[in-house]
């Protein structure tokens, strides 16, 4: 059965992640009359938003980040103070890895060309900084500064989709896009329509495709346009804080977010959201079909409990995680993220936000915003958008997904 409601929407935004709920929030304060639809339950576990912490750094490799990052400061606190409760808290950030590793020395000199305050230490100055929590080999160094923080994604995802709804923005879960068709409304204006698996279709003036994992699937469907952005699945993991040193990772104290580089990237997050229980992650997984999961039990456990181990200052037990969270990445190859028109028959009446790489939810608020801007005014204000485009890739030598 095919149903159509009589409204035309001013944008219709598919995927209520946490780039589409920013959008909607974005979208509603703007006035449009905005319509956010999503597959599967709002705040499920099968996407890449859901989960309990999230980290928030300035300190990049590249560039590009740094202003997005620091708006996205001002934005949380704005949205948060409109939702009446946090969902953001303030922490230091620490950066450690080999003293010749490149990303960490883009990530010195990006912290010097922004004036971000940091110290630069040598692994006996970090013992004594962190009392020996952090235990680094001499051939490391490490970076501190104050501009780190946790983010509690699923928090903020519902704090987002509840203010897009208090400016009367319509949302609707279990409802699966399956495709979006350039539509004739009138011979001045062309608008779109989004077709839907239960024949529910629904119109509107623009578009955002905001699906995560999705993305290269659904823009594909709808347009041929074969966006290389691979899924990936991976684990965040939680590790027990020896007896004897409880409270000493906690979060308001000075232990700071951290991120390690090297031969493989360690991220983590203190103790917050499970009490005892410090976060400590691998950055990268398997490539997966976001329909087909493995729900595995995660890549490079062993490097990680070695780093554990080693780098945390016998404190933490690395004998096993004791809690295990799965979530997917969308990865693109430079690991910017892809903020664009999809162009083509679309022209500027479609906008896709995916691609975030693993490092998007931080800046979820100033992407929001980005997006509503392209929707509303074609450009975004002030906000230089080569590094994102489509155009960086070949979009027609079509790489099959993984089955
Ligand atoms: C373990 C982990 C740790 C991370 N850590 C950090 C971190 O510390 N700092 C940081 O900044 N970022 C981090 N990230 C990255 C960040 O969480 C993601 O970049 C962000 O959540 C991506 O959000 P999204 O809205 O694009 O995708 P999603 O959250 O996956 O949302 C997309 C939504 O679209 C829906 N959808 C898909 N197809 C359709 C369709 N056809 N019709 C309707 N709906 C559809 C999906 O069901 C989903 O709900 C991490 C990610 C993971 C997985």
Redesign the pocket.
């Known amino acids: 059965m095919e149903t159509s409601t009589g409204d035309i929407f001013d944008v219709i935004i598919?995927?209520?992640?946490?780039?589409?709920?920013s959008t909607a929030y974005e979208a509603s304060k703007a006035g449009l009359k905005t319509l956010l639809?999503?597959?599967?339950d709002f705040l499920?576990h099968?996407?890449?938003?859901?989960?309990e912490?999230?980290?928030?750094r300035a300190t990049y490799p590249q560039h590009h980040y740094y202003p997005l990052v620091i708006e996205s400061y001002n934005l949380w606190q704005q949205a948060q103070a409109q939702a009446g409760y946090n969902v953001y808290f303030k922490a230091h950030h620490f950066d450690m890895g080999p003293r010749n590793d490149p990303t960490l020395l883009a990530l010195i000199d990006n912290c010097r060309k922004h004036n971000i305050q940091h110290r630069l230490l040598r692994h006996d100055e970090v013992a004594d900084k962190f009392s020996g929590r952090f235990n680094i080999p001499e051939n490391w160094i490490g970076v501190y500064n104050s501009l780190g923080g946790v983010?509690k994604?699923s928090k903020a995802?519902a704090m987002f989709q509840t203010l897009a709804i208090k400016n009367g923005a319509v949302l609707k879960d279990n409802?699966?896009?399956?495709d979006i068709k350039r539509e004739n409304e009138n011979e001045n204006e062309k608008g779109i329509v989004v077709f839907?698996a239960s024949g529910e279709k629904f119109r509107g003036k623009k578009c955002v495709v905001?699906?995560?994992?999705?993305?290269r699937?659904?823009v594909k469907t709808v347009s041929g346009v074969d966006i290389p952005i691979q899924p990936v699945e991976?684990?965040?993991m939680y590790w027990r804080v020896k007896e004897g040193h409880e409270g000493k990772f906690n979060i308001g104290g000075d232990f700071p977010t951290f991120a390690s580089y090297g031969d493989f990237c360690v991220?983590g997050?203190p103790v917050l959201e499970y009490p005892g229980l410090v976060k400590v992650?691998f950055h990268g997984g398997d490539t997966c079909d976001?329909d087909k999961r493995k729900w595995g039990p995660g890549v490079m456990v062993d490097k990680l409990k070695e780093w554990v181990e080693e780098r945390l200052g016998g404190m933490v037990d690395s004998s096993e995680a004791v809690v295990k969270?799965s979530?997917?990445?969308?990865m693109t190859v430079d690991e910017d993220f892809v903020i664009d028109f999809l162009g083509g028959d679309f022209g500027k009446a479609v906008v896709v936000?995916?691609g975030?790489?693993?490092?998007?939810?931080?800046?979820?608020p100033v992407i929001g915003k980005i997006l509503t801007q392209l929707v509303v005014h074609g450009e975004a204000n002030g906000v230089d958008l080569n590094h994102f485009r489509i155009r960086r890739f070949n979009t027609t030598t079509s790489e099959p997904l993984i089955n």
């Open positions: 598919i995927g209520a992640g946490v780039m589409g709920s639809l999503e597959q599967f499920h099968r996407g890449s938003s859901h989960g912490s999230r980290t928030i983010i994604p995802v409802v699966e896009v399956i839907t905001t699906v995560g994992a999705w993305v699937k659904l991976t684990n965040v991220y997050t992650a976001p969270q979530c997917m990445y969308s936000g995916g975030f790489s693993g490092h998007g939810f931080k800046m979820a």
